[in-house]
């Protein structure tokens, strides 16, 4: 009903810059929260940052000031900009998003995954 792609990911230096872009598209009425999450090589999946439909955005404490997560709700699409990005930000990232679908059921969806990795 409802797919999420995500891109942008990819290998970096340790201090330079990303930006992961993940569209929506599908059976789509509205979409609330919409987030970013990530996981790392042997650890569990950990929250990054959400923005809700009306702009209010949450940060995971280790990217507050490097990371900036952003939405355009006329093209079901949320960003996340990685700036001063460590090491220890490599992982997958996964966009996330509840979604109202046509039929007014509410969907969790989830993208592929995109890599990051940065190098020291």
């Known amino acids: 009903q409802v797919q999420l792609v995500e891109s942008g990911g990819g290998l970096v230096q340790a201090g330079g810059s990303l930006r992961l872009s993940c569209a929506a598209s599908g059976s789509i009425f509205s979409i609330n929260a919409m987030g970013w999450y990530r996981q790392a090589p042997g650890k569990q999946r950990e929250l990054v940052a959400t923005?809700?439909?009306?702009?209010?955005?949450n940060y995971a404490d280790s990217v507050k000031g490097r990371f900036t997560i952003s939405r355009d709700n006329a093209k079901n699409t949320v960003y996340l900009q990685m700036n001063s990005l460590k090491p220890e930000d490599t992982a997958v990232y996964y966009c996330?998003?509840?979604?109202?679908?046509?039929?007014?059921?509410?969907?969790?969806?989830w993208g592929q995954g995109t890599l990051v990795t940065v190098s020291s």
């Open positions: 923005i809700t439909s009306d702009g209010s955005t």
């Open positions: 996330n998003a509840d979604v109202i679908v046509t039929s007014r059921a509410t969907v969790a969806a």
